[in-house]
């Protein structure tokens, strides 16, 4: 037991360190890409291909599966942003710093995803691009913190007080993603229910969600891969002149 | 299965977005890294 914890204690602090993870991110980031890819594709053909055509609203509801894969990863993303920012402000991590800097335009991009594609889905089966329901304009607020961070920390010369900054206002979005998730039960809202549930049946076919499961997934990695690279392309930024990084550039390792 | 011949457009423009979204997210870090390394080389063989 002691030994899981202190190889933990130690991956942990392995981390924390610029040059480790720039080093760890480079081996590790094809690896990810060679597997996020072919799973991304089997679960985009299998959902949009050959999943059977829903009775009620036909061929449309395939925007399902890259709708609900955006709209997790973008919540997720942020719950991750959150959690770094925790970790800062308590522990001055800078890696953790550098964490929410690198994924909060990701996240954004996942929830611009989600929102338009939500629109894309809503005008034909709802009759309306937009309608201003709970779950919606949740998801919106999502977005306006995802963009709010990014100018805040454009906005700070210093990248101590950056971090700091960026840290305490990510904790206080976070208050966002319950109501997001509880949005559909709380609220009298168009937006539909969830569809998949954990502790009892989903209200999905099998053949619709074992797709949906597999872009669900394939999202996951794909955007852990583009965290990967944004963390190494961002260490990279705020490392040039230090030495591990130019013999590194330079072949002198 | 999908009538082919059916796809709609908006499942085309969300598809569409969707691999702009991954091209985008890719890109833009390789080309800042690239930016970065190049930046370094300079300097040194300056």
Known sequence: MNNIFSTVKSFYHKLGSFPWFYKFSSKFIPIVFILGFPIFFLGIIWGIYFSPTDVTQGEIYRIIYLHVPAASVAQTVYFAMAIAGFVYVVWKMKMAGLFIYAMAPIGASFTILALISGAIWGQPTWGTWWIWDARLTSTLVLLLFYLVIIGLYSSFDNKKSADQAVSILTMVGAINLPIIKKSVDWWNTLHQPATIKVFSESSIANEMLYPLLICIFSFYILVFLFGLMAMRAEIAKRELNKSWFKNLVLGND | ?46
């Not at chain 2, 085309?12 to 970065?36: D, Q």
């Open chain 2, 1 to 46: 299965m999908i009538d082919l011949t059916n796809i709609s457009t908006h499942l085309s423009i969300v598809l569409g977005l969707t691999f702009l979204i991954i091209l985008i997210n890719l890109v833009i870090p390789l080309r800042k890294l690239k930016r970065i390394k190049k930046q370094v080389k300079k300097i040194e063989s300056a």
